[in-house]
């Protein structure tokens, strides 16, 4: 009988950047309809929601029901994301293990088209997803784009004031 074994996936600041800042702004827009497709108006890219949760519930049951992962140090593996309509390669590391939970580590993200065994044999992937980025941006697009808004707003209430105020002048 095989022992219960718990599989949890978190991810690398790293690799949330690569999802968020390297792919979508290579492959925006996957359909111009599409409702979840807003953009910055400052940088004109989208702000599209990172799958976290997508990606964290399908890896661990797929780990769970294929053996031969369950015992690597490190695997990689294709995961097609519909938001993008693109396959993408989830670098994958065994984290520690407690009790029965096995922790896993999605180290660095890339769509499928831009891996190759090469890349991987030479070590480029390997450096690519172990490099750590310093000054990753710490705040949430959400709060971003609140702040933006808010800011929008009194800019809008400043102009209307200060039309008002040249048309009591000139009247």
Same mark, same amino acid.
């Not at 949760?53 to 890896?59: R, S, T, V």
């Not at 044999?121 to 949430?140: C, F, Q, S, V």
């Given at each position: ?8 996936? *978190? ?17 925006y827009p996957a359909e111009? @309809? ?8 400052? @940088? ?21 029901? $294929? ?43 890339c769509t499928a088209a ?19 980025? @310093? ?18 707003? !009194? !800019? ?9 105020? $040249? !048309?009591?002048?000139? *009247?």
């Amino acid at each position: 009988m095989e022992d219960l074994v718990i599989h949890k996936v *978190a991810f690398t600041e790293e690799s949330v950047f690569d999802y968020e800042h390297g792919i979508i702004t290579r492959t925006y827009p996957a359909e111009e @309809n599409d409702t979840d497709w807003r953009l910055d108006d400052k @940088n004109d890219i989208p702000l599209v929601r990172f799958p976290k949760g997508e990606i964290k519930e399908e890896l661990e049951e797929y780990i769970q029901h $294929h053996s031969r992962y369950k015992h690597s140090y490190y695997f990689r593996v294709r995961w097609f994301c519909e938001k993008l309509n693109r396959e993408l390669m989830l670098f994958v590391k065994r984290g520690v293990r407690i009790s029965i939970m096995q922790n896993w580590t999605v180290m660095g993200i890339c769509t499928a088209a831009d891996w190759t065994e090469d890349l991987e044999e030479d070590g480029h992937m390997r450096a690519w997803y172990e490099t750590k980025i @310093n000054n990753l941006p710490d705040t949430d697009w959400v709060q971003e784009e609140r702040i933006r808004k808010e800011m929008a707003e !009194e !800019e809008r209430l400043k102009d209307e004031k200060e039309r008002r105020r $040249h !048309e009591r002048l000139f *009247a």
